[in-house]
């Protein structure tokens, strides 16, 4: 089993920046997925970024240019810096972690962006 931890979140006004970490535990192997989906209230739920073992990343389109996600400085970790801020990012941001067919999800963290 593979746990998730996920940290960061909150509100903020337009414009203004958050950071959410996510950190993973457990059985885990050395070839994954790991990254960031959110789901409003009344949508489903869509990929925000994510990264893999091997470094590479990739971005929903309503976030190119504003998120970045990365590798934390502790190991397992996962850090999503989300930068200009806008209402419609308002929805709670889920960790995911994908390695062997399987995947995992975290509690999921609130974000509320207010113009």
């Known amino acids: 089993q593979v746990q998730l931890v996920e940290s960061g979140g909150g509100s903020v006004q337009s414009g203004e920046s958050l950071s959410l970490s996510c950190a993973a535990s457990?059985?885990?192997?050395?070839?994954?997925?790991m990254g960031w989906y959110r789901q409003a209230p009344g949508k489903q739920r869509e990929l925000v970024a994510t990264?893999?073992?091997?470094?590479?990343?990739s971005y929903g389109e309503s976030v190119k240019g504003r998120f970045t996600i990365s590798l934390g400085n502790a190991k397992n970790t996962v850090v999503l810096q989300m930068n200009s801020l806008k209402p419609e990012d308002t929805a709670v941001y889920y960790c995911?972690?994908?390695?062997?067919?399987?995947?995992?999800w975290g509690q999921g963290t609130q974000v509320t962006v207010s113009s």
């Open positions: 990264i893999s073992s091997a470094n590479f990343t």
């Open positions: 457990g059985s885990l192997y050395s070839i994954w997925n």
């Open positions: 995911a972690r994908i390695s062997r067919g399987n995947v995992y």
